[in-house]
């Protein structure tokens, strides 16, 4: 596909890089020569320097015969006018917007035909949804969600003195005293897809898939220490943390916000009446401790400052709070992350590359496409769900009898309301939808294309 993307920033640059590989034609456009200039020193793309919101400069980017544009610069209303204006001028577009702002949420659901908006992507919101998830579970480092809410994938570390030291993962079952699945572990930063003579150790990150209903028996049977979470502090008060407060206000949890911005502290304190916003320097160790670390349940940080936040979350963990989440911009270098021990992190532009790779994929595959995409193992493999269809391949064959290509396992199957972890006389029908995990990333785009 023809694709524009408005904005050669992290976000930009990011899902450029990623379409790319798939094999899509890529038009980056910034009024920023020498940002153009790095991109396309590192990505096979198209450059056009100029406002993206011009009509002669998406002339020159040729919108009327592009497929897509993708709107990803810094300012909301710029993104809203470039979406407008492609539309205009190519009404058969599709467009995605990235919007941040609250004001605008209520508007943008209401006038999205107005806008031409085909997707509007708010990466500030993902994240706070994804934390409000890892808070409701805090013993996992991460969880993805598949056929409605029925199965998951979630990450867990091994630790010393885990069960899971030194479990082959033929016995995992046993131990476990529920049905999961290990679809991809972490060590050393490589990711490997492990059979049953596959022997865990500490320090690796290990994915399960399970029915959603087993979490909970995982974590207990696991003996790993959880505690709802009913006392949240939040260091940084940016739009996370709006989005997280009112999440977490909603679910019955006590919010206090600490922010060094008065102004900012002001605004909070007025939209977030039940949270407790304070103002003072989060990096201050005085101040956490006056505020009450030690007595909190989960700490979440959430400045604009990676380094910032990964010096606020070791300290946490140093003194012992439970759940530690941390906000990342940059998690490139995943290897040094780990090595710093750092529990569940969560990164915005992540979140958002995948809601756009998801939506072009959609638009290849109109019939059959992946109903969600998930990466996992850092970005080294993917989860793809996919429901079955009545001229998928294979329908009531057991997976014994079944050739599907080396880098595809089969994770889960959801048949109505009942998920399970399949084994070699599994099947799948009509209706059901499929889970498959994947090192190839994009190479599955239906579901056909697992088979061998």
Same mark, same amino acid.
């Given at each position: 596909?023809? +694709? ?6 992290? *976000?930009?640059?990011?899902?450029? !890089? ?10 980056l456009?910034?009024?920023?020569? =020498? ?5 396309l020193?590192? +990505?096979?793309?198209?450059s056009?320097?100029g406002?993206?919101a ?14 897509l ?15 407008t ?11 995605i ?21 085909? $997707?509007?992507?708010?990466p ?5 949804v994804?934390i409000?998830?890892?808070? !409701? ?5 991460? &969880?993805?969600t ?15 003195? =885990? ?13 476990v ?19 049953? #003579? ?7 990150? /290990? ?24 006392? /949240?502090m $939040? ?6 943390s709006?989005?997280?407060?009112q ?8 919010v206090?916000? +600490?922010?060094? #911005? ?5 605004v909070?304190?007025? =939209? ?12 201050? &160790? ?10 909190c349940? %989960? ?6 400052v ?14 012992g709070?439970?759940? *530690?989440?941390t906000?990342?911009n940059?998690?490139?270098? &995943?290897?040094?992350?780990? =090595? ?6 969560v ?9 756009i790779?998801r939506?072009?994929?959609a ?8 109903i ?5 193992? @850092?970005?080294? %493999?993917?989860? /793809? ?19 599907t290509?080396?880098?595809?396992l089969?994770?889960s ?7 399970v ?8 029908? %009509?209706?059901?939808?499929v889970?498959i /995990? ?8 239906? $579901? !056909? @294309?697992?088979?061998?």
């Amino acid at each position: 596909m023809n +694709i524009i993307i408005a904005g050669d920033g992290n *976000v930009g640059s990011s899902i450029a !890089k990623q379409l790319s590989k798939e094999g899509h034609d890529i038009t980056l456009v910034d009024s920023d020569g =020498s940002v153009l200039e790095t991109s396309l020193e590192k +990505i096979d793309v198209i450059s056009v320097k100029g406002n993206c919101a011009s009509m002669a400069v998406l002339r020159q980017a040729k919108v009327e015969s592009a497929d897509l544009l993708i709107a990803a610069t810094g300012a909301d209303e710029v993104n809203l006018l470039c979406c407008t204006t492609a539309h205009g001028m190519n009404p058969n577009i599709h467009t995605i917007a990235r919007i941040r702002n609250p004001e605008y949420t209520d508007q943008i659901y209401e006038m999205h035909d107005i806008f031409g908006l085909s $997707l509007a992507v708010n990466p500030e919101r993902q994240t706070a949804v994804e934390i409000e998830r890892l808070l !409701k579970y805090p013993g996992f480092l991460q &969880r993805d969600t598949f056929a409605k809410g029925r199965a998951e994938i979630v990450e867990l570390r091994v630790d010393e003195g =885990s069960s899971l030291c030194d479990l082959p993962l033929k016995q995992l079952n046993a131990t476990v005293k529920c049905n999961v699945l290990v679809c991809a572990v972490i060590r050393g930063g490589e990711t490997v897809t492990p059979n049953g #003579d596959f022997v865990l150790s500490e320090g690796d990150r /290990v994915f399960f898939t399970a029915p959603t209903n087993n979490l909970a028996k995982l974590l207990k049977n696991l003996k790993v220490i959880t505690r709802r979470v009913k006392r /949240v502090m $939040l260091v940084g008060g940016g739009r996370v943390s709006y989005y997280l407060a009112q999440l977490l206000l909603k679910d019955g949890m006590s919010v206090r916000i +600490i922010e060094d #911005d008065k102004e900012r502290c002001r605004v909070l304190a007025e =939209s977030l009446p039940e949270a407790e916003v304070f103002c003072g320097n989060g990096a201050d &160790r005085s101040v956490l401790e006056y505020e009450g670390l030690s007595e909190c349940d %989960a700490l979440v940080t959430l400045t604009s400052v990676d380094e910032l936040n990964m010096i606020v979350s070791l300290r946490a963990t140093a003194k012992g709070v439970p759940t *530690v989440i941390t906000k990342l911009n940059n998690v490139e270098n &995943r290897t040094i992350i780990d =090595s710093l021990s750092l529990r569940s992190v969560v990164c915005p532009k992540e979140l958002c590359c995948e809601s756009i790779v998801r939506y072009v994929r959609a638009m290849q595959n109109q019939s059959g496409a992946a109903i969600s995409v998930h990466a996992i193992a @850092d970005g080294q %493999a993917e989860a /793809v769900e996919f429901l079955v269809e009545k001229d998928t391949p294979n329908c009531g064959i057991p997976l014994k009898n079944i050739r599907t290509r080396d880098d595809v396992l089969i994770s889960s199957i959801t048949s109505g309301s009942k998920t399970v972890i399949p084994n070699g006389e599994s099947t799948f029908a %009509a209706g059901d939808i499929v889970v498959i /995990v994947t090192g190839g990333r994009g190479s599955i785009r239906q $579901l !056909k @294309d697992i088979f061998d």
